[in-house]
């Protein structure tokens, strides 16, 4: 039979890569994107070709995400 102390270091991992995992996810919720607007009467075409539209004051990237001006 194996040793508490493997049994106790193998949980502090576990709980160790749940915690990071849990922090990566809700960092990855928290980030803010500008709103994009509905009209289409800024015509700037992004890789794919389709034009997107950004909320005033914003203006699409190469990658398509609405960057401030």
Do not use: W
């Amino acid at each position: 039979m194996a040793k508490p102390d493997v049994f106790r270091m193998l949980g502090c991992i576990v709980m160790i890569t749940l915690i990071l995992v849990i922090a990566v996810k809700l960092s990855k919720q928290c980030m803010v994107h500008p709103p994009m607007v509905s009209t289409a009467s800024k015509k700037s075409p992004t890789p794919s070709g389709t034009p997107i539209a950004c909320a005033e004051g914003y203006k699409p990237n190469q990658n398509g995400f609405c960057m401030p001006a």
